[in-house]
């Protein structure tokens, strides 16, 4: 009997230690859990943090079409004025254009050197001033006819092509001009031939 109590007992003692040891293991289990869900809370509300910051942020893409409209909104309100003089100021450019409308802006483009490139934008209020301002072609400014046309949009990343001029300094004939010949001499080839003066000799010395 006695060793009937002994065994009893060490079957509770194993039971109590299991139970120990599975409610040890159970709060670990929690305890992990619990820092999963925290982990998983702080990432989405990094997430949302981030797709907060990107919502603000303007898509590149449409960030650039919307400054191409309003380019070529401005641009139908505007007109470009050829063959300004140098010494010509954007008020009297304005003071020429101002009873075509209202005027909002007056550029006269410069180079790198702050020198006057010839040329001019006016920018009206409305577009309905243009029409009006293109009647003012061939009007004289400082005894000049100026050329006023629709100023044109141009398009990002196209460049306009401008036909490059002959350098006469160089040794390349132009475009479109015959070449010479080819002459080569029969004891080297690929040596051009050249052709050289004969000396005159004086008889008088």
Known sequence: MEGDDVDDVDMVAVDMVAAETNESELDDMKKRLKEMEDEAA????????????????????????ASQANREEV??????????????????????????????????????????????????????????????NESELHGRQLKVTVKRTNLPGMKQFRARRPNPYMGFPPRGA????????????????????????????
């Open 75 to 136: 641009d139908s309100r505007s007109v470009f004025v050829g063959n300004v003089d140098y010494l010509c100021t954007p008020e009297e450019v304005q003071q020429h254009f101002q009873a075509c409308g209202t005027i909002n802006r007056v550029t006269i483009r410069s180079d790198k050197y702050g020198q006057p490139k010839g040329y001019a934008y006016v920018e009206f209020l409305e577009s309905v001033a243009v029409q009006e301002a293109l009647l003012l």
């Open 42 to 65: 702080a990432l989405l509300e990094m997430q949302a943090k981030v797709e907060k910051e990107m919502g603000s942020v303007q898509d590149p893409s449409a960030s650039t079409a």
């Open 178 to 205: 015959p070449m010479p010949p080819y002459l080569f001499s029969p004891y080297g080839y690929g040596k051009v031939l050249r052709y050289r003066m004969p000396m005159r000799y004086s008889p008088y010395g």
